[in-house]
């Protein structure tokens, strides 16, 4: 398992952008977590059966979106 952590800023449209973009590529998250801290969105995606290339592919584009400060792995499981 896979867990991305984003930071992205306090905007309406930051969360629909984050789930678009792994509906978009027909990846079925196992577990969302948003929360808002110090004045920015905080998400966290959990994503089972994710090869570590693909993933770091994920968390580079991830932090490429509009709303998004910034993206990485911040967990990963067997």
């Known amino acids: 398992m896979h867990r991305f952590r984003i930071d992205a800023i306090l905007d309406p449209h930051s969360l629909p952008r984050v789930t678009g973009f792994f509906a978009q ?3 079925m998250p196992s ?4 929360q808002v801290e110090h004045g920015r969105m ?12 693909q993933a770091a592919i994920i ?4 932090h ?6 910034g993206a990485g792995i911040v967990e990963m499981a067997a």
């Open 25 to 27: 590529r027909a990846i």
């Open 64 to 69: 490429e979106a509009v709303t998004v400060i």
């Open 31 to 34: 577990a969302m977590r948003m």
């Open 59 to 62: 968390a580079a584009k991830l």
């Open 42 to 53: 905080c998400i966290e995606v959990a994503v089972d059966g994710l090869g570590d290339a």
